[in-house]
């Protein structure tokens, strides 16, 4: 497949062969440059704030946070997170790509920039770090994942007696 060029005009260029299509006053275009705005806004927020930035879904539970690849150089990647820790990442070429993927994720918004500081005091998030790496045990195969439900189920009871203490 080749690699597209200029992802910041990618809807657009989609439009252009809708109109072609569908002619120029179908609703999917008016949903197509609605797309567009929101994209664009991403893009803004990108040049003012380049690597660091947080997008959010629509919805507000889920964040992407845009990153230089520490595991292939030269790259970049966004690490999704929710309420309850690391959740994936993706690695792209570009950072105009990352956010474009990102976008076509459900990443669409803009997120304050301390969402992932403010979600990072939280017990949830302190507990999915822990479980994470349980997770990644069983996902490795070295334990089962009745293993891992029970070290959840130590981790969970760890917070519970701390706030009753």
Not at 5 to 16: F, G, H, K, P, T
Request: overall charge negative.
């Amino acid at each position: 497949m080749k690699q597209r060029e200029n992802y910041r005009s990618a809807i657009l260029d989609q439009m252009e062969s809708a109109i072609e299509l569908l002619g120029p006053n179908h609703s999917l275009l008016r949903e197509m440059q609605a797309r567009d705005g929101k994209l664009q806004k991403l893009y803004a927020e990108l040049d003012e704030i380049g690597v660091g930035m947080t997008l959010a879904t629509e919805s507000g539970d889920s964040w992407a946070l845009v990153l230089p690849d520490a595991s292939h150089p030269g790259c970049y990647r966004y690490s999704a997170f929710r309420s309850i820790g690391w959740t994936c990442h993706q690695t792209y070429q570009t950072l105009d790509e990352v956010v474009y993927r990102a976008f076509e994720a459900g990443y669409r918004v803009v997120a304050p920039r301390d969402t992932l500081e403010q979600l990072s005091k939280t017990a949830e998030w302190l507990k999915g770090c822990e479980r994470l790496v349980f997770i990644e045990k069983m996902n490795a195969g070295e334990i089962s994942y009745t293993q891992m439900l029970a070290e959840f189920a130590k981790i969970e009871a760890s917070y519970a007696m701390s706030a009753a203490a």
